[in-house]
């Protein structure tokens, strides 16, 4: 009996760590999508990406 409530408390432990993991990163880097992120070094940082030239 005090196995299974041991592997309850871990589960739950890695459960809260993963989640709280995500939350974390969600808030880091915003609403992206791997896409986007992919064509992020293609990107000049010296041009204003709302100007039409």
Not at 15 to 39: M, N, T, Y
Request: proline share 6%; net charge negative; hydrophobic share 45%.
């Amino acid at each position: 009996m005090s196995v299974l409530v041991l592997t309850i408390f871990l589960s739950l432990l890695l459960v809260s760590l993963f989640v709280l993991l995500f939350i974390g990163e969600r808030r880091r880097k915003g609403f992206g999508s791997p896409e986007q992120d992919a064509l992020l070094p293609f990107e000049d940082e010296d041009e204003d990406p709302r100007q039409d030239t």
